[in-house]
């Protein structure tokens, strides 16, 4: 059987795999676990053929085997699918299959046949809040809003980087850097918000002095409302289609209001 874990949110993508790894260990003593990397390497190819024993071989002492495959995406889905069709019929042989993506059309029947499809998109600011609020408090630390919503603008939906820092707290250390900085959370708020753009342009500079320009615009589109929302989905197709950079965008949107 097959478990296809995908979505760009890694680290909960991650906690989730080693959910899985803990259980089967817990239910199959002394169980090995087996590692398969497909990315574009000279070791693809060695992986893909210890990949097919692994599907094949039987043993008389082990009952049950597991299995962990990255970079499905980085191969050519000829040699791999019915390596993986087979998997799925085998109740002896468990697969974990993780991505940063939904894998391309060609692999839609994981979707159906796979034993688990768990998809891990990037969080909301809520969830992330939320996540700074738990982790904390599993640190017994106690941090006050302005801290953690430092933390949401100095690392967006990156979990990892937000734990790190989490961890250095615990461990005494500060974080001068957020307050060296501002407060990023402000700071895009004042250029989201509707009012005068004399208010806005410097809001917009001083984010810009110290953050990358993409990472400010994808943070203010998630925060959008129904109307902001089309605005910054004309942008997006605008910045991809060449026509303006993320900066010029973000300008647009500070003087348009």
Known sequence: MILYLYGPDSYRRRQKLNWYLNKFREKHSGLTISSFDLSSSAKASEDLSKLKDFSTSQSLFVKA????????????????????????????????ISEDKKLTKEFDFLLK??????????????????????????????LDKG?????????????????TDLDKLALGGKLEEHFERGNFFDLLM???RVGEARYRLPALEALL????????????A???DVIQKRQMADYDAAIKSGKLDYEEALLELAISG
């Open 113 to 142: 046949q796979s034993f688990a499809v768990e998809v891990f998109e990037e969080p909301t600011m809520a969830e992330i809040l939320s996540f700074i609020k738990k982790e904390a408090t599993n640190r017994k630390l106690a």
């Open 222 to 224: 998630s925060q959008a």
């Open 65 to 96: 085997k597991l299995g962990v495959l990255d970079n499905v995406s980085e191969y050519d889905g000829k040699e791999l699918i019915p390596i993986l069709k087979s998997i799925l019929e085998t109740k002896e042989i468990t697969l974990i």
């Open 209 to 220: 002095n110290f953050e990358d320009a993409a990472k400010v615009f994808n943070m203010i």
């Open 147 to 163: 801290v953690a919503e430092n933390l949401l603008g100095m690392h967006g939906s990156n979990l990892w980087g937000i734990v």
């Open 190 to 192: 004042k250029v989201k």
